[in-house]
């Protein structure tokens, strides 16, 4: 059998009764381009945004408590979707979501995965992380603690 083809993208679909909220939000506060998408007419309306590289992370429920326990985010009530994105500076995007009336969850805060994370509660009641990466893939790869989960013992 041979190896699947990789996704060539990996797209989130939101589903909101405030859609102008949420547009303004991701496409605007957020800064996501908008790219052209179909729709039909009136209350059919829908918005893809880039949003850079797409990565999946899977968690654990232990592994999502620890998160929000080194994040200092309140821990979620049962399984829950957050977005998590990469950003350039983690307090700019803070700021500018808080500006745009975003609650913050989490403020920033170095964490052990050498990170600067912080967390809002966005539109829909989805949380959005911003993470802002304090040293490359190869120093984390260098560093105790990091592996992939196939060489963690078990």
């Not at 060539?8 to 909220?21: A, G, H, N, S, Y």
């Not at 232990?62 to 350039?88: C, K, Q, S």
């Not at 995965?113 to 120093?139: D, I, K």
Request: glycine residues 6%.
């Amino acid at each position: 059998m041979s190896d699947p083809t990789p996704p060539r993208q990996l797209r989130l679909i939101i589903e909101t009764d405030d859609f102008d909220e949420a547009l303004t939000f991701y496409r605007d506060v957020l800064g996501m381009p908008e790219q052209p998408a179909f729709a039909t007419e009136g209350e059919d309306r829908v918005a893809i945004l880039h949003a850079g590289i797409a990565t999946l992370e899977l968690a654990t429920p232990e592994h999502a408590r620890a998160v929000d326990e080194v994040e200092g985010a309140p821990p979620a009530t049962g399984p829950t979707l957050r977005i998590a994105l990469e950003v350039e500076d983690t307090q700019e995007a803070l700021d500018a979501a808080r500006t745009h009336g975003a609650e913050t969850l989490a403020p920033p805060t170095r964490t052990p995965f050498r990170t600067l994370n912080a967390r809002v509660q966005g539109p829909a009641r989805w949380q959005v992380g911003f993470f802002q990466e304090l040293e490359s893939l190869e120093e984390r790869a260098a560093r105790d603690g990091f592996s992939t989960d196939g060489e963690r013992p078990r």
